[in-house]
């Protein structure tokens, strides 16, 4: 426990909050990244209860800390309370990537990883249907569209000396996918904040959208009352604002994951919008929700395919329930009291792709699972339908060998176009407006190839000892959430 001398010294030493613009509908000189140009306005697709679905993730804060805050009161007035919302996992980058992906493939770090092209994406199916959509809108301080760097450094505009780190790679997760950022279409539309300027002010946003602030803005590096502070900045004036949130919007307002991992993950969340029914808002809803439910209730909506991973798990994917409601889904009956709920706050017991102890190469998606959306299961291309299971995980650490999650496919759109570099090892850092991909701990350039396999190691040996981190109720119950995870 902290004495209340380092408390206060604690508290002392944390930056206040310094606005960026007058509006978020504002151009920025602070950000190193400028708006070249806007997004092409595309037709709306009809969804059954929304147009537009857009997440905005902040970071690492307990349940019960958010309603301290008087602006997360009144946002919860606003919209509708989901008590029952859980991450899948700790830290936080597996959790981006099971948003964007319906699965974390057994990551249990915030390193460097890069998925092959056989990882399918919520891209793929909103793509499938024509819905626009757009990352980069959403990651603040970006150096550039298309960014695949581990991290970016800029000057430090609160305290106006020194640089500070405010971008990082692990909080957008489409980045993560080969088959997103290797194709320049996809991964120029990860765009930064003053590119969500430019296109709010062209009424030009899309329709599905992911919003990552900074460092410091989602929580990360500071307090519940700075993230406090930004969401008056940013967020207030735009539920106002009629193009971005018009009668048919939906918007998630949530947390990558809790800070106690020893609690079972239950992360704060609204959801906000003029997009829920009028006589929600003010309610709190006390269905089971995991990050896979912002998949399966996008692909409910617009009777999209999935991913056959997580998005389709019956336990973990619960629609949100007026969106099942509104397009006849049936939920599980699980509710934030039930006694059976999955451990969702186990980590490093799950094999995988990007698991460095017990590695696994990427699985087909069950095929003959059905979503929400009613629509084919979408697979990556190169996918190998027979590979189903793997049952010797490969522990690279007990090796000494790098693990090939973490090689840098080195896509670099510094020029506005696609150049292939060759790979980073063992720089983990980007700095200053040249600034390219860089790869961060476990960088290596002869990783696998393009179906997640490993080259040249003998793949039919036995793995190492495994590395198994269960923080919360013991080796029963994690036998119980690995059961609920698969």
Same mark, same amino acid.
């Given at each position: ?35 070249? +140009? ?6 709306? $697709? ?24 008087? $602006? ?14 859980? #991450? $899948?996992?700790?830290? +936080? ?17 915030? @390193?460097? /990883? ?51 780190? /405010? ?14 950022? !290797?194709? =320049? ?44 502070? &930004?969401?008056? /900045? ?54 089971? /929700? ?5 998949? +399966?209730?996008?692909?409910?909506? &617009? ?60 699985? @087909? ?6 979503? @929400? ?22 522990? &690279? ?31 983990? +850092?980007?700095?200053? =407006? ?7 701990? #476990?960088?290596?350039?002869?990783? #696998? ?6 080259? !040249?190691?003998?793949?039919? @040996?036995?793995?190492?000892? $495994? ?20």
């Amino acid at each position: 426990m902290l004495s209340t001398a380092v408390l206060t010294a604690a508290l002392a030493a944390a930056p206040a909050y310094a606005a960026v613009a007058q509006s978020p509908t504002q151009q920025s000189s602070t950000y190193t990244g400028k708006s070249n +140009s806007t997004l092409p306005k595309s037709p709306v $697709v009809a969804g059954k209860s929304f147009d537009r679905f857009i997440s905005i993730v902040l970071e690492n804060t307990d349940y019960a800390t958010s309603p301290s805050s008087p $602006v997360f009161q009144n946002l919860s007035s606003q919209g509708v309370l989901m008590n029952g919302y859980y #991450g $899948v996992t700790h830290p +936080s980058e597996p959790n981006y990537l099971a948003m964007a992906t319906g699965s974390f493939f057994g990551m249990h770090g915030d @390193a460097f /990883y890069a998925f092959p092209q056989n990882v399918s994406t919520v891209a793929d199916l909103l793509e499938a249907k024509n819905i626009s959509w757009a990352l980069g809108v959403s990651q603040e301080n970006m150096p550039y569209d298309g960014f695949t760097g581990f991290n970016y450094t800029e000057k430090n505009y609160i305290s106006g000396t020194g640089n500070y780190t /405010y971008y990082v790679r692990k909080h957008n997760p489409t980045i993560l996918a080969d088959s997103v950022a !290797g194709n =320049p279409e996809r991964a120029l539309r990860h765009r930064n904040f003053n590119d969500f300027a430019a296109d709010i002010q062209a009424d030009a946003l899309p329709q599905w959208m992911f919003i990552t602030p900074n460092l410091v803005n989602d929580g990360h590096d500071t307090t519940i009352d700075f993230q406090s502070q &930004w969401l008056e /900045y940013f967020l207030y004036p735009l539920l106002a604002d009629e193009r971005f949130n018009n009668n048919r919007t939906l918007i998630l307002l949530t947390y990558d994951e809790n800070e106690t991992y020893e609690e079972n993950n239950q992360v704060y969340t609204i959801a906000l919008g003029k997009g829920i029914p009028k006589e929600l808002v003010g309610t709190t809803d006390n269905t089971y /929700y995991t990050h896979y439910s912002s998949l +399966s209730t996008v692909e409910a909506n &617009w009777g999209l395919g999935s991913l056959g991973r997580g998005d389709t798990n019956k336990t973990l994917a619960n629609v949100y329930s007026w969106v099942a409601n509104a397009t006849g889904y049936q939920n599980n009956g699980l509710t934030n009291s039930s006694s059976n709920l999955p451990l969702t706050n186990l980590t490093g017991i799950f094999p995988g792709f990007a698991n460095d102890e017990m590695w696994t190469p990427i699985l @087909a998606p069950n095929m003959s699972a059905i979503g @929400a959306g009613g629509g084919p299961v979408f697979a990556g291309n190169g996918t190998n339908m027979q590979l189903t299971s793997w049952d010797q995980p490969i522990n &690279w650490t007990a090796r000494g060998e790098p693990n090939p999650a973490h090689t840098d496919p080195g896509f670099d759109y510094s020029s506005g176009s696609l150049v292939i570099k060759p790979s980073a090892s063992s720089s983990s +850092s980007a700095a200053g =407006p040249s600034a390219t991909g860089s790869v961060g701990q #476990g960088g290596n350039s002869q990783g #696998g190839n393009q179906n997640g396999n490993a080259q !040249g190691s003998n793949v039919q @040996a036995k793995s190492g000892a $495994v590395s198994v981190v269960v923080p919360f109720a013991g080796a029963l119950a994690a036998v119980a959430g690995v059961v609920a995870l698969l």
